[in-house]
C-alpha cells in the first residue's frame, strides 16, 4: 500500500586535466544491448569552485567521447558555508558557452544549464538568475540539510544511519515541492556520507519508501524529473543512483522525465558510466530519456 499524498509544511525562507587516453563511454561496464548513449546532462568547468578545466576543454573531451549533446550545468549556490558560495559568474560563463557553441556547432550540441544548490531557501535569487539568461536546463540539488553537509561523513555526527537518512529526505522533500528546478540531480546523495562514515557501498532505501516515494510523488505531480548520476561509480561507491527500485517507484508514481549525467568535474570523467545507467533505465521501464532546450523536454527513445 503506498504512503498518502505528500502535502508539504516546508517553508519557504528567503533563505582539468585532459586525460591522453579518455575512458571508453560508461567505462565502469555496459548493461545487457546498450547502444552508447549519446548526451550527458551533469558536467562543470572552470566556472564551478570545485572544477579546473575550460568549457571548450569539456567540450573536446564530449567530442572524443562520441557525445553529441551536454548540457554545462556549473553550480550556483547562494548557502554561505558551501565551498562554491557566490562563486558562479553568470556573465563570463554564457560569453564562454556562446563562444563554444559557435565553435561546435554542427559537431556537438552545448545546453545552458545550472545546478543549484538548495534552491527552495532562495527563491529571490534564483528567479533573479534564472530570469537574466535563458537557461536551457536547470538542475535541482543537496549538498546541505541541516546545517550539515552532504559530501562529508560529519553529515552523520551524533546520527544513526536511518536517523540521517530520514534527516536528508525530509529536507528533499522540501526541495521537490518548493524549489525551482527541472530535474533532481543525485537525489540518493546521502550515500557519500554514508560511504565516508559507515563505508556503505550501497545504501538499502527500502526502509525509508515512504519518504522517498513522497519525494518522488511531488516530482512527478510538478511535471519534474530524476537524474541518473554516475559519479558513484568512480567514487567507489557503487552502481548510478538512484537505483532502478527507486526508478520504478518513479514510475508508479507518475514520473517520466529522466536525465543521464556523469557529474564530470574533469574531461576524462566525461561520459563514464552513462551505459550502465541507461540500461538501469530500460531495466525500470521508461523508454525515453529526456533532454531539454530553453526549459522544455525533448525526447529520445531508448
Given at each position: 500500500m503506498r504512503p498518502p499524498a505528500y502535502r508539504s509544511t516546508c517553508p519557504v525562507a528567503g533563505a582539468g586535466r585532459v586525460g591522453s587516453h579518455p575512458r571508453p563511454l560508461g567505462g565502469g561496464g555496459s548493461g545487457e544491448g546498450a547502444r552508447p548513449v549519446i548526451h550527458d546532462y551533469h558536467l562543470h568547468t572552470y566556472f564551478s569552485c570545485d572544477a579546473d578545466a575550460s568549457m571548450e576543454v569539456m567540450c573536446r573531451a564530449a567530442l572524443a567521447q562520441g557525445i553529441e549533446e551536454i548540457a554545462v550545468t556549473d553550480h550556483v549556490d547562494f548557502t554561505p558555508q558551501d565551498p562554491c558560495y557566490l562563486y558562479f559568474q553568470p556573465e563570463s560563463y554564457w560569453s564562454a558557452l556562446q563562444e563554444c557553441r559557435r565553435m561546435f556547432d554542427g559537431h556537438l550540441t552545448v545546453r545552458a544549464g545550472i545546478e543549484v544548490g538548495e534552491p527552495h531557501l532562495y527563491p529571490a535569487e534564483v528567479r533573479s538568475l534564472l530570469s537574466s539568461y535563458e537557461?536551457?536546463?536547470?538542475?535541482?540539488?543537496?549538498?546541505?540539510?541541516?546545517?550539515?553537509?552532504?559530501?562529508?561523513?560529519?553529515?552523520?555526527?551524533?546520527?544513526?544511519?536511518?536517523?540521517?537518512?530520514?534527516?536528508?529526505?525530509?529536507?528533499?522533500?522540501?526541495?521537490?515541492?518548493?524549489?525551482?528546478?527541472?530535474?533532481?540531480?543525485?537525489?540518493?546523495?546521502?550515500?557519500?556520507?554514508?560511504?565516508?562514515?559507515?563505508?556503505?557501498?550501497?545504501l538499502d532505501l527500502r526502509p525509508h519508501e515512504a519518504q522517498v516515494r513522497r519525494v518522488l510523488r511531488v516530482v512527478a505531480e510538478r511535471g519534474k524529473g530524476l537524474e541518473v548520476n554516475t559519479a558513484y561509480l568512480r567514487k567507489g561507491i557503487g552502481d548510478p543512483g538512484p537505483s532502478v527500485q527507486v526508478l520504478r517507484w518513479f514510475r508508479e508514481e507518475g514520473g517520466r522525465i529522466v536525465t543521464l549525467g556523469s557529474d564530470a568535474h574533469r574531461p576524462e570523467e566525461i561520459g563514464v558510466g552513462l551505459d550502465r545507467a541507461l540500461s538501469m533505465v530500460r531495466k525500470a521501464g521508461f523508454e525515453r530519456i529526456a533532454t531539454f532546450e530553453k526549459r522544455r523536454v525533448r525526447w529520445k527513445r531508448v
Open positions: 537557461y536551457d536546463f536547470v538542475l535541482g540539488s543537496l549538498h546541505w540539510a541541516d546545517g550539515r553537509p552532504l559530501f562529508r561523513e560529519s553529515f552523520f555526527d551524533g546520527l544513526s544511519l536511518d536517523d540521517g537518512v530520514a534527516l536528508y529526505f525530509e529536507e528533499l522533500a522540501c526541495l521537490a515541492e518548493e524549489g525551482e528546478y527541472d530535474v533532481l540531480a543525485h537525489m540518493d546523495i546521502v550515500r557519500r556520507a554514508a560511504y565516508r562514515c559507515f563505508g556503505r557501498r550501497e
